[in-house]
């Protein structure tokens, strides 16, 4: 994705191709960390990423862009070029203040380059149901945004599995499909591709 943005290459190039049954990945390394500070010397750098993925768009029936913790260049970059925002926030007081300077971007990016940007929801993640601290930060979000923005019901909560799966090379479904933040996700990803919780 590097190269993609400095224009070395095209989105296409990079492309690796049937990683999972149609499921195609444009990767990234170390290097991606870089490119704030090259992105900020280029001209329409906030455009980069769209204009990069626009060739493929009628391809692909959904586009996931797995976006940075921070409000940096290429966050920037990924709000300008989606329709939709999916925020995941760990249940920890700090994550929302995070959130909190997010839908600030989010406004803003709205009224200045992406007009049809729109938030899907917030998602739970990292949950550690044993203590009264994150269920006090899942009470006070849905209090304070729940009628704002959507508020994604399932959990997900914190397991050793995940980064196991991370460290394998492969998704958590195929390491531990039965965990309850697996089928978290799974119910989430039916909610969003269908519009449904069943």
Do not use: W
């Not at 492309?15 to 010397?41: F, H, K, Q, W, Y």
């Not at 001209?43 to 940075?68: H, N, T, W």
């Amino acid at each position: 994705m590097s190269d993609v943005l400095t224009g070395e290459r095209t989105f296409s190039e990079i492309l690796v191709r049937g990683v999972r049954p149609g499921l195609d990945l444009a990767p990234s390394n170390i290097r991606l960390s870089d490119m704030e500070l090259t992105l900020v010397n280029m001209r329409f750098r906030e455009l980069k990423l769209r204009r990069a993925i626009e060739p493929v768009l009628g391809s692909y029936d959904f586009i996931l862009l797995d976006c940075p913790p921070n409000l940096g260049l290429l966050t920037v970059n990924g709000l300008i070029a989606a329709n939709q925002v999916l925020i995941p926030m760990t249940s920890e007081y700090l994550s929302m203040l995070g959130v909190s300077l997010l839908l600030k971007t989010v406004t803003a990016i709205q009224a200045e380059g992406n007009p049809d940007l729109r938030i899907l929801g917030i998602l739970h993640t990292r949950f550690k149901r044993h203590t009264v601290h994150a269920r006090e930060v899942v009470e006070r979000t849905e209090l304070e945004l729940g009628d704002q923005i959507r508020i994604f019901g399932p959990t997900v909560n914190e397991s050793t599995r995940f980064p196991e799966a991370t460290g394998q090379g492969r998704p958590v479904f195929e390491v531990d499909p039965d965990i309850p933040g697996a089928l978290a996700y799974r119910q989430i990803a039916k909610e969003i591709a269908y519009g449904t919780s069943n």
